[in-house]
């Protein structure tokens, strides 16, 4: 969806952050006591994100182009992992999705991936957050294994913090326990 | 959209004899109040009045001095406090006291008082503690104070009151921090970390994100946060003074940077890192920014607590299999388990302040509790019943642990006694409440 355009807001947000942090020391001096730190990618990424990505020329099999990371009917469309409670093993129906990302990504060499690794809220917070980050490098793992480059690759967890539903039984448990592939 | 505010919180200093840091009520902007409900108390409480304090002179009553003590005392749990309704007259002096009224009510001991003007503008607290069978006065006091002030001078009353009578310190007067989160709309939420009394009145936001918030904790004397933030999309370590409001990175990079915890000397902090490719536990100094590892075992290591000692940490890891505590000496050497036949979910252990005891994340079938486990003989006792609780953390005298549990809008907060026989919650209106860390005591 966003492809090469995420590069380039990646280090717009850099730059932003730079920015953000010089700034935040005199601010911290206002009437209000108070520092600011803004960006705003996140979350508006929409138009320039998607144009960025298709006007990169990539190589590739049409199956394996960047822009088949808009097609809904490609197996790239499905982006998240899902885990079982207390595990970062890869389930066997998540093989067939993997393989295809891996192998979008050995014939894009140019674009990276974020995976984000989540877990459910059960437990303690940090012992989590770990938990999420063990999900997120064994797929990372199976990418890198697939074809992937390891530098294509970037983890991050989340840990419990950032359920995609926010309902405390099982079934909401089993969608929050996911990594997401964020393109 | 993403954004992140931190900010100061005024400070005023009381003159007099409890010369102290304070917050103004002026910043609590829209922070709402924690209100609290208590939900099973103790049949062998100690009976006592306190009786609304008199005004003398022009003092108008800002604040009603003696509800807050009596409101204090109750949480406890130590305290059976009579309500003013029932109490046969509302004696303001020693002469005043009719004792043979009080006898006939059984009740042991009062608070008596008065709120003065001083002479120089603000205000003193004069009160009172009076046996009743004995029909002796045990303490009196004159607190000088500001009108900004009196909400704080009220917590260190009771104080006062709690360990003349129980033979050990007071926490009332001491705060908490803890994160709220509000969603705004769907995937969009706000973080804030917060700052109130430990009673849950006045809060102060001292920081609002649109990224996760996480683990804060205080600095031994209370003067700075230790916290986790994502605002730049992947897990940092900061710190935040919170006189000043400024705030710093102390630790970011690949992997996750979580876990602060302060060794008792404020010097260093215990963190964990997965820079190296596994979560570990490492040793920050917060002087030279030294790094060294502590921990290295292909396991998940993290959540690490400094004994009061500052000799070792405890940490969760799974290196058995499922998370347990361990225990490791700061200077390295063996990690030895210390979590042992108490089922197979033990985690974020947190020291009592004696440090004969560790508060835990205790799973089995029902759910997750806050469990308490003896050092010496090893026993463990479950001390909450909920299906999601969380995040202990003991109070600076050990009296009580505060804990996170899910209620019917989400994260509340809930103290307990350390036996479990008083729980009470504290709750907010809206979004949850979550991840509190018991302050110091402010001295």
Known sequence: ?183 | MFSIRSREIPRRVARAALALVLFAAATAGAAEELTIRIEEGVASALPIAVVPFATVGDAETPLDIAAIVRADLARSGQFATMPPEGMPSQPATFSAINFKDWRVLGMENLVIGKLLRAPEGGYVVEFRVVDVYKGKQLMGYRVPTTAANLRLTAHHVSDLVYERLLGERGAFSTRIAYITVEKKAPGTSLYRLQIADADGYDPHTILESTQPLMSPTWAPDGSRLAYVSFEDRNSAIWLQDLRTGERKKIIAGEGINSAPAFAPDGQRLAVTLSRDGNPEIYLYHLGNGNLRRLTNHPAIDTEANWAPDGRSIVFTSDRGGGPQIYRVDVDGGRAERVTFNMGNYNARARYSPDGRRLAVVHGDKGGYHIAVVDLASNDFQVLTNARLDESPSFAPNGSMIIYATMGPGGTELAATSTDGRLKQRLATQRGEVREPAWGPFRD
Request: proline share 3%; charged share 25%.
């Open chain 1, 1 to 183: 969806m966003k492809g090469a355009g995420q590069k380039l807001l990646v280090v717009l947000l850099a730059a932003l952050l730079v920015t953000g942090c010089s700034s935040r020391s005199t601010r911290s001096d206002d009437a209000q006591g108070r520092a600011t730190v803004e960006d705003r990618s996140m979350g508006q990424t929409g138009a320039d994100a998607d144009s960025g990505a298709q006007s990169s020329a990539l190589p590739g099999g049409t199956d394996l182009s960047a822009s088949a990371l808009n097609d809904p009917a490609s197996p790239l469309a499905v982006r998240i992992i899902y885990f079982d409670y207390d595990s970062a093993n890869i389930r066997s129906d998540s093989s067939d999705t993997l393989a295809a990302h891996a192998a979008f990504l050995a014939a894009n060499p140019t674009l990276s991936v974020t995976l984000e690794g989540h877990a459910d809220e059960r437990g303690s917070r940090e012992y989590n957050l770990a938990l999420g980050e063990r999900r997120a490098l064994a797929v990372r793992r199976q990418l890198v294994l697939l074809g992937a480059s390891a530098g294509q690759v970037r983890s991050v967890s989340y840990g419990e913090e950032r359920p995609a539903v926010d309902g405390h039984d099982d079934e909401s448990y089993s969608l929050n326990r996911r990594v997401e592939l964020v393109y």
